[in-house]
């Protein structure tokens, strides 16, 4: 069965802290790796990882994909307090429609 | 820029009742997706929709539940018969389809509270 696993679950920090968030995964018929900030509402998109080692970056945020020991992080460096909210971690597979398979979230408080 | 739209954002039922949640995906995507969030827990997968048929459905989309996109923009999720445990957060997502491309966009939400 495929298994997403994020950790930590739940994480606090102040601001300016730089935090790493960890999703580790167990699936058949890889495609990507997702990432997800969740607000009050929809689940918005972060990165999509395909490949191993190439890091992907926007702003404060960057992610990278290890395949071989199949795990990502996603880096968040000088925090603000704008970046309070549910990390979701999703699998992609190739199979059918390309269903996507979530983590249970890391919840991320920056504090002032 | 084009975005994913649910309606209502909040709905209360009475257990038994049916209810349809509505969904607009992004206009020249492909593929449509239904996913729920009981209150704590992950977003689960509940069905993907192409080419008007259902291309995939998870074990929690049982014969309660149907889905159909009745003309070229809705996208809708019906319940039967509505059951305390259908509590949930519900979401639709769309995804272009286009080949390499394959980040799936989430709209904001029905919260359904079944009573």
């Known amino acids: 069965e495929d298994k997403v696993v994020q950790s930590p679950l739940s994480l606090v920090v102040h601001e300016g802290d730089t935090v790493t968030l960890n999703c580790s995964y167990e699936?058949?018929?890889?495609?990507?790796l997702l990432w997800y900030k969740q607000e009050k509402k929809a689940p918005t998109f972060l990165f999509m990882l395909t490949s191993s080692g190439i890091e992907k970056k926007s702003g404060r945020l960057s992610s990278i994909l290890d395949k071989k020991e199949l795990f990502s992080i996603l880096n968040i460096t000088a925090t603000q307090t704008g970046d309070s909210a549910i990390y979701l971690c999703a699998l992609s597979i190739i199979q059918g429609a390309q269903k996507l398979v979530f983590g249970q979230g890391t919840r991320l408080t920056i504090n002032p | 820029e084009p975005e994913v739209t649910q309606t209502p954002s909040h709905q209360v039922t009475q257990m038994g009742q049916e209810v349809i949640l509505r969904c607009v995906p992004i206009s020249n995507h492909l593929y449509f997706y239904w996913y729920r969030q009981i209150l704590g827990q992950k977003v689960e997968f509940l069905v993907s929709?192409?080419?008007?048929?259902?291309?995939?459905k998870s074990e929690i989309f049982d014969d309660q539940f149907s889905v159909e996109r009745p003309d070229g923009s809705n996208f809708t999720l019906k319940i039967r018969s509505t059951k305390l445990e259908d509590s949930a957060m519900y979401f639709c997502?769309?995804?272009?389809?286009?080949?390499?491309?394959?980040?799936?966009?989430f709209g904001p939400g029905t919260r359904l509270t079944v009573l």
């Open positions: 929709f192409y080419n008007n048929e259902i291309s995939e």
């Open positions: 997502a769309s995804r272009p389809g286009t080949s390499g491309v394959n980040e799936q966009f």
């Open positions: 699936v058949t018929n890889f495609r990507s």
